[in-house]
């Protein structure tokens, strides 16, 4: 696992933020319990009525996304699992997903929350799910990311000539 190493940031007051969630349905345990990770963070970092639109897939994730960002969203977290399987079709899922999601983040300067789950197995992204019994919380990790990352883009605009 990744979790060593990672920023120790606290939260912050992001209750002015608008934040959306766009969350895959594929394999409901785990997201639901990135889902609850990311209401969690919105919890600690004090964001009011956050929004959470599903799509179907992974895939589907950065469509959507860009159409939040157009509509002017702070921060916008993109949540899913992709699990190997055997065929190319996860590498495929996971560059589209990939891609599109940075895609977004620099057309529209706006910050994405990655939370896509890459794995080798059910049991790595049940792991990472935030649920009881996980070691990590990637909903958590997405979401507040995705806050900082935001409050700091508002900082940087404002500095702007």
């Known amino acids: 696992m990744a ?5 120790t940031a606290q939260p912050t007051d992001c209750h002015d933020l608008r934040v959306a969630v766009v969350a895959a349905s594929w394999h409901t345990q785990v997201m639901d319990g990135l889902i609850a990770g990311a209401q969690r963070a919105f919890k600690d970092h004090q964001v009011e009525a956050p929004v959470v639109v599903r799509v179907p897939g ?16 702070d921060a916008v977290i993109a949540l899913g699992v992709v699990i190997r399987g055997g065929t190319p079709h996860f590498d495929y899922v996971c560059n589209a ?9 620099l057309d529209h300067t706006v910050a994405i ?5 890459t794995t080798d197995t059910e049991q790595q992204a049940l792991d990472r799910a935030g649920i009881e019994g996980s070691v990590e919380d990637k ?11 935001a409050q700091t ?3 940087v605009k404002r500095h702007q000539p």
């Open 3 to 7: 979790g060593h190493g990672a920023p």
């Open 58 to 73: 992974a895939f589907e994730l950065p469509v959507v996304a860009s159409a939040l960002a157009a509509q002017g969203y």
């Open 97 to 105: 997903a990939t891609d599109g999601l940075t895609r977004v983040a």
């Open 113 to 117: 929350g990655f939370g896509v789950l």
């Open 139 to 149: 909903g958590y990790e997405a979401a507040s990311a995705a806050l900082l990352t």
């Open 153 to 155: 883009l508002r900082k």
